[in-house]
């Protein structure tokens, strides 16, 4: 599937030009992109990057001799959850000064 953008002035075409580009791939795929005549890979690179922001997908990319390859990045494993105690007590912690910083400890 080609998607052209005929009107760049038209607001948003860009942007919808390259998500449609992002939404083709998968977890298992990746896609290419190679310029057309007269534009600049680095020009590319930057309007992929300002899709993936907007629709808030992580995206690797990488840049060949004549194109660029891009998937979706591997969703970080997430951290230990904290619960609210830790949190709240951590919070108020560094709400202490130095003074009672140190009569904390001593207990």
């Known amino acids: 599937m080609v998607l052209l953008c005929e009107d760049r ?3 948003g075409a860009l ?3 390259y998500l449609g580009y992002i ?12 310029p057309y005549e ?3 890979i680095l020009t590319i690179i930057y309007d ?25 990045a591997r969703a970080p494993i997430p951290s230990k959850p904290h619960t609210i105690k830790q949190i709240m007590a951590s919070y ?4 202490l000064n130095e003074a009672e910083r140190k009569l904390a400890q001593s207990f």
């Open 9 to 11: 002035n038209e607001p």
């Open 92 to 95: 108020r912690y560094n709400l």
């Open 48 to 72: 992929l990057q300002r899709a993936a922001v907007f629709a808030d997908i992580g995206l690797e990319i990488r840049e060949t001799g004549d194109g660029i390859y891009f998937w979706r």
């Open 23 to 34: 939404n083709l791939t998968d977890e298992n795929s990746a896609g290419s992109l190679q």
């Open 15 to 17: 942007l919808r030009r």
């Open 38 to 40: 007269g534009e600049d």
